[in-house]
């Protein structure tokens, strides 16, 4: 018969647990965890106090629910104890509501939200909070520099390095220099504006070809084409073909570099906010401001990406 965890608190988030929650429990020291609490650091949120005094005493299972008193099994042992947790850096322990260690500030490894009194959607796709890439930036200034779908740029920064640069990113493809002004990598972004209207101007050149020709559909074109072809200047035709190739390679361009590009650009956004900087909460505040991503920009990218080339087609 399991025992009742109705008014104890999770060691790791504090939250309190009920019986229909999905509980797990210590295979040392007998101690329940919310499962996704455990699952987060990976071993008791009362490692530190194993062996000791302090470690976490079961409970015997009351054959009856008159038979036991309430406080026994409504609470841990120790009021102190159900609190802490274990530094994976230091190895100390400190209070779970901590945002990160007061021993050596590594961030926590889970982060708690005392609004909905329990955990908040891993943030970091699966990567500890404390873990570093070669430039010295941790997961935890990584996902606070995104901002938006960290769970799916934290893991792919440290999975991208030198001898590999290379993901996809459907946002980048359908949208190149769109999702570069979004995520505020701004060089990238003027360089992939100008080719990409530079391509859409060769591909109107077709319209030099055919005058005041209206096609209902690229079937009609062909036909029309391949009737007149021998009064057509195809010029215009092959300059409209390069620039849809073109097209075709900035677009697999940006959706196999983008990831490299903005994890290039977040690494020296990040250090430039950490210059001067002492104070764990004026980095953060700095990162967040610098990072997160333009809406805006990414928008008026949407909106303009055949304006442009129409707009100057027309004045040529």
């Known amino acids: 018969m399991s025992l009742s965890v109705e008014g104890q608190k999770c060691p790791i988030c504090s939250g309190y647990m009920f019986d229909e929650d999905d509980i797990v429990y210590c295979p040392e020291c007998g101690a329940p965890h919310h499962r996704e609490c455990f699952k987060a650091i990976g071993h008791c949120g009362l490692e530190a106090f194993h062996g000791t005094e302090k470690q976490y005493k079961k409970s015997e299972p009351a054959q009856n629910s008159n038979d036991a008193p309430k406080e026994e099994t409504a609470k841990p ?26 021993h050596c500030q590594t961030p926590a490894p889970i982060m708690f939200n005392p609004l909905v009194g329990g955990l908040s959607i891993d943030p970091l796709g699966g990567v500890m909070p404390h873990s570093k890439l070669k430039e010295g930036i941790s ?9 938006v ?6 893991p792919k920064f440290f999975k991208l390095h030198q001898k590999n640069k290379s993901s ?6 359908l949208f190149p220099y769109a999702w570069f002004f979004y995520r505020k990598i701004y060089f990238p972004g003027i360089l992939f504006f100008l080719l990409y209207t530079i391509c859409s101007l060769m591909g109107l050149a077709v319209n030099l070809s055919f005058e005041n020709l209206v096609f209902e559909n ?54 430039k906010a950490k210059e001067d900087l002492d104070g764990y909460d004026e980095e953060r505040l700095r990162i967040r401001k610098m990072g997160g991503v333009n809406i805006f920009l990414g928008l008026l990218g949407i909106m303009a990406s055949n304006w442009v080339a129409y707009l100057i087609f027309s004045l040529l």
């Open 139 to 147: 997961a935890v200034e990584i996902a606070n520099y995104v901002a």
């Open 77 to 102: 042992v120790d009021s102190n104890v159900e609190k802490q947790i274990l530094c994976q850096a230091c190895g100390k322990p400190y209070s779970a509501t901590e945002e990160e260690c007061p």
């Open 218 to 271: 690229y079937q009609q074109m062909a036909n029309y084409i391949v009737q007149n072809a021998s009064t057509i200047n195809m010029v215009p035709l092959l300059i409209s073909l390069v620039g849809l190739l073109l097209e075709i390679f900035l677009r697999i361009t940006a959706a196999l570099f983008g990831d490299w590009m903005y994890k290039t650009s977040s690494i020296e956004r990040i250090k």
């Open 168 to 173: 996809w990113n459907w946002g980048a493809f």
């Open 149 to 154: 779908n960290t769970p799916r740029y934290v």
